[in-house]
Every structure is written in C-alpha cells, then in structure tokens.
C-alpha cells in the first residue's frame, strides 16, 4: 500500500465505503482496519475532507484512510458531491467501494436480526425503506470505484473480495509469519498456529562439548543439520508450508505463528526454525524467527 501522504495534505489513499444497509459495511469496514487503514465508520459526509486533512498532518502521516459513509445520516449525506469533490481537488488517491445486495437478500438480514432499517419511519415496510435508501444513493453509486454485491457472500468470502480490491496482487501475498522455538519442558508458548515437535532429532545436549552452547552456535547447527532426520524435516515441512500459506492467504489470515519443541528450547528447536525460515525464504516467504526459551 503506499506510503506516503498524497500531494495536497490529504493521506495518499482515502477509501469511501458505503452501500444500502444491510450489504456488509461494517464487515467491510473491519477487513480495512486488519489490513493496515485508519478507519472512522459512521462519519457525517460532510466531514470527510476534515477527517483526512488530520491524518495527513499526524506525525508521522496516515498514509491509508477508510471512511464508512451511509444514508442514515440524513443532515449531512446530502452534502457528499461537494466533499468527495474536495477531496478530489486535495490529490491523493480517492475510491469509492458501494456494497450492494438484493432486496429479498437484505429484507431477509434485517427480519433475522430483528433490527428496524434505519430509514425506516411510522408505517413504512422495510421493502419501502430499502427502495428509499436506494433513490438517495443511486448518484453515489454511479460515482463508486467499485461495487461489490454480496448477495450471495459469506463473511469469509466478503473478507477475500474485499482484500483484493484494495490491495496488489503483491500485498496479498504478505502475511506476517513466525517461527517460534520453544522448549516442551516449559510448556506451549500461547498463540501457536501450528505446532511441530522435533524431539525425534538426537539431542546436542548429550553432547558434552556441545551442552553448553545453544542453536545460535555454529557447532550445534552443523551437528544438528548433519542428522539426515533435519534435513528431511526441514524439506517436508517447507513443502506442507508452501502449500499451506496461499490457503491461509486466502482466507484472509493475517498472522501465522509455527512453534518449533525441543526438550528445552535451547538447541534443536532454534536450530530447526532458523533453517525453515530459510527454506522458506526460499520459495519466497519472509519469516521472522523467535526463540521463546533458549535463555533457560
């Protein structure tokens, strides 16, 4: 994403999000927030140029802002030409997502959440109120970037359209990853996605010149990757973590942690998860490598 400010003090990408209620704003909203943007959800229209100025001029810039933006606000939406204008006017990159869905779709939300449409006044069905809201925003949707229809999408699958209208088929394939080293005899590390035990490769602790030392050392790395078990391990697990990692992607995770056990955290454990990340750096995946017990 970029990452600089857009060249008249408004952030370099400001992102409308709006739609007809019902259509997933707030999901929308949400998958925004975990991909990096500022977002203020609700915001009077009219208040849009203001919001984005301040973040231009945070220290250091907000470079990506989200705004949500619906007809509920009844005093101020009708002032949204003149904002998205001066927004455009500002520079920077403005889009404009419209979430959408059909009526029979969207009356059916609101009858299972029990929750009364938001234009919805005395009297008026909600079918009544969804075809009013569409009339207020059939202008603003004719100006959208993009118009997602959820109809027929899950949180899920909404979480994968909406990641890869905004972001480069390169910023998909980021997904901040982990290798945790950690020594069973001190318990699981909390937060471990998936975890591998490697007690099966002989123990440089039983090693009288190698005891003291750690996975850090070059002579337990060599002793430890001598063992023809390392070297399979590392190959297979690279392989099953090539496979893994896109699927992962693709649902929208944004962390993965891999907890590598050795009896205690302090020689195999960290020699292994330093030579996985190098396998997978291989293939074309950074990861970051933490040694949760090699001090114990």
């Given at each position: 994403?970029?990452?600089?400010?857009?060249?008249?003090?408004i952030?370099a990408?400001?992102i409308?999000?709006t739609?007809?209620?019902?259509?997933?704003?707030?999901?929308?909203?949400?998958v925004?927030?975990?991909?990096?943007?500022?977002?203020?959800?609700?915001?009077?229209?009219?208040?849009?140029p203001?919001?984005?100025?301040?973040a231009a001029?945070?220290?250091p810039?907000?470079?990506?802002?989200a705004?949500?933006?619906?007809a509920?606000e009844r005093?101020?939406?009708?002032q949204?030409?003149q904002a998205?204008?001066?927004l455009?006017r500002?520079g920077g990159?403005?889009?404009i997502i419209?979430?959408?869905?059909?009526?029979d779709?969207?009356?059916?939300?609101?009858?299972e959440?029990?929750?009364p449409?938001?234009?919805?006044?005395?009297?008026?069905?909600?079918?009544?109120s969804?075809?009013?809201?569409?009339?207020?925003?059939?202008?603003i949707?004719?100006?959208?970037?993009r118009?997602i229809?959820?109809?027929?999408l899950t949180?899920?699958?909404?979480?994968?359209?909406?990641t890869?209208?905004?972001?480069?088929?390169?910023?998909?394939r980021?997904?901040?990853?982990a290798?945790?080293?950690?020594?069973y005899?001190?318990?699981?590390?909390?937060g471990?996605?998936?975890?591998?035990?490697v007690?099966?490769?002989?123990?440089p602790?039983?090693?009288?010149?190698?005891?003291?030392l750690s996975?850090?050392?070059a002579?337990?790395?060599?002793?430890?990757?001598a063992?023809?078990?390392a070297q399979?391990?590392?190959a297979?697990?690279g392989?099953?973590?090539?496979?893994l990692?896109?699927?992962?992607?693709?649902e929208?995770?944004?962390?993965?942690?891999i907890?590598?056990g050795?009896?205690?955290?302090?020689?195999?454990a960290p020699v292994?998860?330093?030579?996985l990340r190098?396998?997978?750096?291989?293939?074309?995946h950074?990861?970051a490598?933490?040694?949760h017990?090699?001090?114990?």
């Open positions: 994403m970029d990452t600089q400010s857009g060249g008249q003090g952030p990408r400001v409308i999000v739609g007809v209620s019902g259509s997933g704003r707030v999901s929308a909203m949400r925004l927030e975990d991909l990096g943007f500022y977002c203020v959800d609700n915001l009077p229209v009219a208040l849009a203001t919001v984005a100025r301040l001029a945070h220290v810039p907000i470079a990506n802002v705004l949500g933006i619906d509920r005093i101020f939406f009708p949204w030409p998205i204008e001066e455009e500002a990159r403005l889009e419209f979430l959408d869905a059909s009526d779709v969207l009356a059916r939300r609101y009858s959440s029990r929750r449409h938001p234009l919805a006044e005395s009297g008026l069905s909600v079918a009544d969804i075809r009013r809201e569409r009339l207020a925003l059939a202008e949707r004719e100006r959208a970037t118009v229809d959820t109809t027929t949180v899920h699958e909404l979480r994968e359209v909406m890869a209208a905004v972001m480069s088929a390169a910023e998909r980021r997904m901040a990853i290798l945790v080293s950690f020594g005899k001190y318990g699981h590390p909390v471990l996605d998936l975890v591998f035990d007690r099966f490769i002989p123990n602790f039983f090693v009288p010149a190698l005891r003291p996975g850090l050392d002579p337990v790395r060599e002793y430890v990757m063992q023809a078990q399979g391990f590392v297979r697990v392989e099953l973590l090539e496979f990692i896109p699927l992962y992607q693709r929208g995770k944004s962390y993965l942690t907890g590598l050795c009896t205690g955290g302090r020689h195999r292994l998860a330093r030579a190098d396998e997978l750096a291989r293939v074309g950074d990861a490598v933490r040694d017990d090699i001090a114990r």
